[in-house]
């Protein structure tokens, strides 16, 4: 299995404008995670989905922030608009149940 | 509520010598519990994890972990390092029954020198 995609590696981008990042889970995987992590908070988990349905997004920051997930290999995550604050590198993961979680290489999203 | 520790934000060894990379956690009932490497620039890998059964967990590249419940404790061990294992090493715990969210520590940063 090629494992976690995620798309693109790099984003760059100017304040205001909308960002939206990709991932595809690795098949079979029924728990998909949206991640950030920053220098100063760490790893901070935004959202995930069972089965394509939206479980806990109590991590999202903002109303600048939407995920979704129209099928079980494939979720977006936007931001509009992005703003400086939000450039960090955010990473997909996904796991079979309860099991261990994989993790995608991740995007490196700079807001200037 | 769940939550996790990894006490120290850097550990130093030399190479060869054995290395421990501190964690506690608190969770109501029994834990789940991982431990996961990040490289540079790189996504997080998982080492291993503690289910149930043996409270030693062996796992990738050398790596174990005791479980110790009583200390409530999942400190990562191994008996020689190697400068490739310098990395970020974050704990993570999940409670049996809860949802499919792991929490995760702040992390620890290994630095093996020859």
């Known amino acids: 299995d090629a494992g976690v995609i995620q798309s693109p590696r790099h984003e760059v981008t100017e304040m205001g404008q909308e960002v939206t990042l990709r991932c595809k889970p690795i098949s079979g995987h029924d728990y998909l995670f949206w991640y950030r992590q920053t220098m100063m908070r760490g790893l901070e988990l935004l959202i995930y989905f069972n089965n394509n349905v939206p479980i806990d997004d109590s991590g999202m920051p903002e109303d600048r922030f939407s995920a979704k997930m129209p099928n079980a290999s494939f979720s977006t995550l936007k931001i509009q608009p992005s703003e400086p604050r939000d450039s960090a590198v955010y990473f997909c993961?996904?796991?079979?149940?309860?099991?261990?979680?994989?993790f995608g290489p991740g995007t490196r999203l700079t807001v200037t | 509520a769940q939550s996790v520790a990894q006490p120290e934000d850097q550990v130093n060894v030399a190479e060869g010598n054995p290395l421990t990379v501190k964690c506690t956690y608190s969770?109501?009932?029994?834990?789940?519990l991982f431990w996961y490497v990040q490289y540079p620039n790189r996504g997080l890998q998982f080492l291993l994890k503690?289910?149930?059964?043996?409270?030693l967990v062996k796992g990738s590249y050398g790596f174990e972990a005791e479980f110790n419940k009583s200390q409530t404790s999942f400190h990562l061990k191994k008996p020689s390092a190697l400068v490739s294992d310098s990395a970020l090493y974050f704990c993570?715990?999940?409670?049996?029954?809860?949802?499919?969210?792991?929490?995760f520590g702040k992390g620890t940063k290994l630095s093996v020198k020859p």
């Open positions: 503690y289910i149930t059964g043996d409270n």
């Open positions: 969770v109501s009932g029994n834990p789940y």
């Open positions: 993570a715990v999940r409670s049996r029954g809860s949802q499919g969210n792991l929490i």
């Open positions: 993961a996904s796991s079979l149940g309860y099991s261990e979680q994989y």
